[in-house]
């Protein structure tokens, strides 16, 4: 099948070329920054909306719907003239030739560039240990959402069905349920399992109590929000212990089953013991890893990378040799910036404004300076932890700072609408909105996994 060729002219009349891939924070916030710049911008994303990543554990407890969070890229940026949008899973970037290639579906597509930007986030990253992903799915988009909302949902339908036919064990490893990080993630997923057992459905079943659910979050670090401090951890920490949720830190998990987690203790009296959880649903929520565009570049460039596969680039953000290049948000490596929204929002006008100036013949800033507005995390309704600045504190103060900071950066009056009417279903009532299940939101990905490359969905 021959390619699709670039959608914008070559010839030395045409405007400057910017391509964009990636169509999370860094990307979206590039692009619409170059909407008055006399450049013609491609914006290419594997998928057809912007992730508003930090609620997609709202989605996959029922709070919100996908769609909230997820509005689409076309309406986003339907009345920026100079911006095209390209379905595609990036596969190669050839930095001589200054072309990216992209793949829909089975059909490619060759786009060139004078200016890249590239902003294509994080995976999740098991440490080595991919065959994790198969029993304990992690938290990067969508589908992994509405899977985990399914396993998670579907769990208590299965005790439900266990306790009719007399199962007591086989209902209690269903009604068990552990997250695997206590990162700002694991602490806000390991939250709302607590709250959605023990509020939402407690009152829903006749054969089981959800609010006997064994909740359990795990970590080999010694405490839980190590990035929050000491002080804020130890609020979450006891907060999620009110709630329900077991806290046990140190400990490092070694294997995942079907019907099961093992782990080791890292230190302590127990150090090298090892035992067993038995519990059907699994969340993985401990650690990234760097999308994998950042190795295609740096074998081309030479430049450096991390354990976690982020690319070491210039303090302006530009690839090391390729001053046409940025590289945004969780792809880079740099002066030990946090792996959050804000780094890549501020780092996609940083870049914007960078190739204005160039284009302007006027001088371009030296260095990326990333101004850090703090973060939190919500540990349960009413409850939540901040750092901002110098200054720690929980509680419902920081609690109404999160939800006046996330409507704000969520894109669209309509899904702020909507999200602000379901936080008042979930946090003053007991309903969520979204309960919906289906077995293939479940099993879909391992269906299609087990098919094989061969059987990848793909246009004739």
């Not at 990253?125 to 938290?139: H, I, K, L, V, W």
């Not at 390991?190 to 979050?217: C, N, Y």
């Not at 001088?363 to 901002?388: E, I």
Request: proline share 4%.
């Amino acid at each position: 099948m021959q390619p699709v060729q670039d959608p914008h002219p070559t010839e030395a009349s045409a405007r400057h070329r910017v391509v964009v891939i990636g169509s999370g924070f860094g990307g979206l916030f590039a692009t619409r920054a170059l909407k008055r710049a006399d450049v013609d911008v491609t914006l290419i994303a594997r998928t057809t909306s912007h992730l508003f990543q930090p609620l997609l554990y709202q989605v996959a407890t029922g709070i919100l719907s996908e769609g909230e969070i997820a509005p689409a890229t076309r309406e986003l940026l339907r009345r920026q003239r100079n911006a095209t949008t390209v379905l595609g899973d990036v596969t190669d970037i050839d930095l001589k030739a200054r072309t990216v290639t992209s793949d829909s579906l089975g059909r490619t597509a060759v786009t060139s560039y004078d200016t890249l930007i590239v902003s294509a986030g994080a995976g999740q990253s098991y440490f080595g240990n991919d065959q994790f992903a198969r029993y304990a799915p992690g938290m990067k988009d969508i589908d992994d959402a509405l899977e985990l909302r399914g396993l998670i949902l579907g769990s208590f339908e299965q005790a439900e069905l266990a306790a009719l036919r007399g199962d007591r064990q086989g209902a209690a490893r269903l009604m068990s349920f552990v997250v695997v990080g206590a990162g700002p993630t694991g602490v806000e997923m390991a939250g709302q399992i607590a709250e959605l057992s023990r509020r939402t459905l407690k009152a829903d079943f006749r054969r089981i109590d959800p609010t006997m659910s064994q909740i359990t979050l795990l970590d080999a670090a010694p405490q839980v929000l190590p990035a929050f401090g000491e002080r804020l951890g130890e609020i979450a920490q006891r907060r999620l212990r009110k709630m329900g949720v077991q806290v046990q830190l140190g400990a490092k998990v070694v294997d995942i089953d079907a019907t099961g987690i093992e782990v080791e203790d890292v230190a302590g009296e127990q150090k090298g013991y090892r035992r067993r959880i038995e519990a059907v649903a699994k969340v993985w929520a401990a650690g990234v890893q760097a999308s994998p565009l950042g190795g295609i570049l740096a074998r081309q460039s030479g430049a450096e990378v991390d354990r976690s596969g982020r690319i070491k680039v210039n303090p302006d953000l530009t690839l090391p040799g390729h001053p046409e290049v940025f590289v945004l948000g969780d792809m880079i490596a740099l002066d030990n910036l946090p792996g959050v929204a804000q780094v890549a929002i501020q780092g996609g006008k940083f870049a914007a404004k960078q190739i204005k100036h160039r284009l302007a013949g006027r001088p371009t800033d030296p260095a990326f300076h990333y101004f850090d507005k703090g973060s939190m995390a919500t540990v349960s309704r009413f409850s939540a932890v901040a750092s901002v600045g110098r200054l720690r504190f929980g509680g419902f103060i920081a609690w109404l700072l999160w939800l006046v900071i996330h409507l704000f950066y969520l894109i669209g009056f309509k899904s702020r609408i909507t999200t602000l009417l379901h936080w008042l279903i979930s946090f003053l009532g007991r309903g969520r909105a979204e309960r919906v299940i289906t077995e293939q939101q479940v099993f879909a990905r391992e269906a299609i996994e087990r098919l094989g490359a061969a059987h990848q969905p793909h246009l004739p």
